[in-house]
């Protein structure tokens, strides 16, 4: 990774450094970031794609599975060249395409309790773009105990939620607080009950926002509240939650 900027990263990275709230500090703030994606569907596609773009420094991906031709109409790192290919491998060489001095690690595996530490630690910022509610639990838990920032997504239909927990901070709600007992998988099924491709494109890329603002210390983050969004009706609102006394995240 280059963490320098030279004429080349000042020009490839104009239109933001030019941005007051961001500039040369900004930029050098991204550059020296690293990011953990988990999950290169439908979220995670546009959320790798737009954090290297941004020049976030290093960025890990983790995933198990295989471009399928159903992925294709949302997963917009893919494309029909890529069927029965690991989506890791061809991340590989999509991100070197877009921005050769992303140091891009991939993680070809299911994110799971046994590998979960060794993953963790060397990200400073943890996107969950899972389509489970184990692993969701399973991220969070592990976010809370590592004190990481976490943004967590999820998406059905025409529906979107997004979360952002800062778990450097007190008192903070986790996803727990949220759902208290843990929702079955049941519940959420893109493959049982459809998804609108943009829709994941939408909420990714509000989690790739978040995650900037997080890097930058940037305006107002979603700590504390659920943005709930359905773009059928074209609305958006955010709901605050607050951390409950008996939630398990306490032991922690």
Same mark, same amino acid.
């Given at each position: 990774?280059? @963490?320098?900027?030279?004429?080349?990263?000042?020009?490839?990275?104009?239109?933001? $450094?030019?941005?007051?709230?961001?500039?040369?500090?900004?930029?050098?703030?991204?550059?020296?970031? /690293?990011?953990?994606?988990?999950?290169?569907?439908?979220?995670?596609?546009? #959320?790798?794609?737009?954090? /290297?773009?941004?020049?976030?420094?290093?960025?890990?991906? #983790?995933?198990?599975?295989?471009?399928? %031709? &159903?992925?294709?109409?949302?997963? &917009?790192?893919?494309?029909?060249?890529?069927?029965?290919?690991?989506?890791?491998?061809?991340?590989?060489? !999509?991100?070197?395409?877009?921005?050769?001095?992303?140091?891009?690690?991939?993680?070809?595996?299911?994110?799971?309790?046994?590998?979960?530490?060794?993953?963790?630690?060397?990200?400073?910022?943890?996107?969950?773009?899972?389509? @489970?509610? @184990?692993?969701?639990? =399973?991220?969070?838990?592990? &976010? %809370?105990?590592?004190?990481?920032?976490?943004?967590?997504?999820?998406?059905?239909?025409?529906?979107?939620?997004?979360?952002?927990?800062?778990?450097?901070?007190?008192?903070?709600?986790? =996803?727990?607080?949220?759902?208290?007992?843990?929702?079955?998988?049941?519940? $959420?099924?893109?493959?049982?009950?459809?998804?609108?491709?943009?829709?994941?494109?939408?909420?990714?890329? $509000?989690?790739?926002?978040?995650?900037?603002?997080?890097? =930058?210390?940037?305006?107002?983050? =979603?700590?504390?509240?659920?943005? $709930?969004? @359905?773009?059928?009706?074209?609305?958006?609102?955010?709901? !605050?939650?607050?951390?409950?006394?008996?939630?398990?995240? /306490?032991?922690?």
């Amino acid at each position: 990774m280059k @963490n320098a900027l030279n004429s080349s990263s000042i020009e490839r990275y104009s239109r933001q $450094i030019i941005l007051k709230d961001l500039g040369p500090t900004g930029q050098k703030k991204i550059i020296k970031s /690293s990011v953990l994606i988990i999950g290169a569907g439908g979220l995670g596609c546009p #959320v790798i794609d737009y954090l /290297s773009r941004a020049g976030v420094g290093r960025i890990g991906v #983790v995933d198990f599975d295989k471009v399928s %031709l &159903s992925n294709i109409h949302r997963q &917009s790192l893919f494309s029909s060249k890529d069927l029965n290919k690991y989506k890791v491998d061809v991340l590989k060489k !999509k991100i070197k395409e877009i921005n050769p001095s992303i140091n891009l690690k991939t993680f070809k595996t299911r994110i799971e309790e046994k590998n979960i530490v060794k993953i963790f630690k060397n990200y400073e910022i943890i996107v969950d773009g899972s389509d @489970n509610f @184990n692993t969701k639990f =399973l991220i969070n838990k592990y &976010s %809370l105990i590592f004190k990481k920032q976490l943004i967590l997504g999820a998406i059905s239909k025409f529906d979107g939620h997004v979360f952002t927990f800062d778990f450097q901070k007190k008192n903070i709600p986790c =996803l727990k607080c949220f759902y208290q007992n843990q929702p079955s998988d049941d519940i $959420i099924s893109c493959e049982r009950d459809g998804i609108m491709g943009p829709v994941a494109g939408v909420v990714g890329n $509000i989690q790739a926002n978040e995650v900037l603002k997080k890097i =930058l210390n940037l305006g107002k983050d =979603l700590s504390g509240q659920i943005l $709930i969004l @359905n773009l059928k009706k074209l609305e958006f609102r955010a709901v !605050k939650f607050k951390k409950k006394k008996k939630c398990l995240c /306490s032991d922690f």
